[in-house]
């Protein structure tokens, strides 16, 4: 049995877990090496990317400054989850906000030292998406639209740095990058229909808030439209490999969201088709792998 002291301790471990979702990065972190291996670097020898020291480095980073972002955005959204997740804000109010705030600044300088060992560029672009990510969780999310969009330009970032890393300007890349951007935008809207207690509490100008959750319906269909484009040409004009089955079935739920984003109208309808967007992109994550099967048979020399 844990004593008292020791099961705090476990809570607060717990509680920090929460407010960074280390979840999400454990996720993000596999993705950008995963993306590193078959998409990114896909002639070099596996032992080569694995163990790059520069590469590691980058995903480090990116995963510090990630769970430093949830922290100050967990810091700037205390009241408003409080009325919207309510048992979540419970687990992160066991950890002080001037602890949060301790551990947001550790992890950012720690980020920063990590980058300084690869470059001066990297250095410049780690400091950037802190600033990004703070400025964003300050002031940009109450700004309609252009919250959502700077939201989703950030969540792409950590790929976009891995992508700058190996130079690899490739068409299919692009493709890849502007499908998972679609779903990321839709996702965030999404986000928006079902926060919308806490927003109007506390002031928000979110895009169901001004114009009602029809528009919104109708631009977050508008986007998973689009997204069914990049969809088609993953499966139709690009050589993904075994992929193609991921983006066949992807496209097939994203055709079953469309008819429920039309039924639905309470926020549980809402938080379902959040899940559906998280399970086609977590699934994308390891769907990776089915690029080439054999990779790490044929690579690992």
Known sequence: MLSRKNRLLLFKLLSLFSVVRGYNILVITLAQYLASIYILAPDLQLRKVVFDLNLFLIVTASALVIASGYIINNFYDAEKDLINKPTKSMLDRLVSQRFKLTTYFILNFVAVI???????????????????????????????????????????????????????????????????????LARELIKDLESMAGDMAQGYQTIPILYGPKVAKV??????????????????????????????????????????????????????????????????????????????????L
């Open 114 to 184: 990590a980058a300084s060992y690869i470059s001066f560029r990297a250095v410049f672009f780690f400091a950037a998406y802190i600033f990004g990510i703070w400025f964003y969780s300050h002031k940009l999310k109450r700004i309609p639209f252009l919250g959502n969009l700077v939201s989703a330009t950030l969540s792409i970032a950590p790929f976009f740095v891995v992508f700058v890393y190996y130079r690899n300007f490739e068409t299919v890349i692009f493709i890849h990058a502007l499908y998972l951007f679609l779903l990321i």
């Open 219 to 300: 631009l977050i269909a508008f986007l998973i439209v689009l997204t069914l484009v990049p969809t088609y040409l993953l499966i139709y004009v690009f050589d993904v490999g075994h992929m193609s089955f991921y983006f066949v079935a992807s496209g097939i739920l994203l055709l079953v969201f469309l008819v429920l984003l039309g039924k639905s109208d309470v926020k549980m309808h809402y938080v379902w088709l959040h899940n559906i967007l998280k399970f086609i992109i977590v699934g994308g994550v390891f769907s990776i792998l089915l690029i080439d099967v054999d990779v790490v048979l044929n690579r690992i």
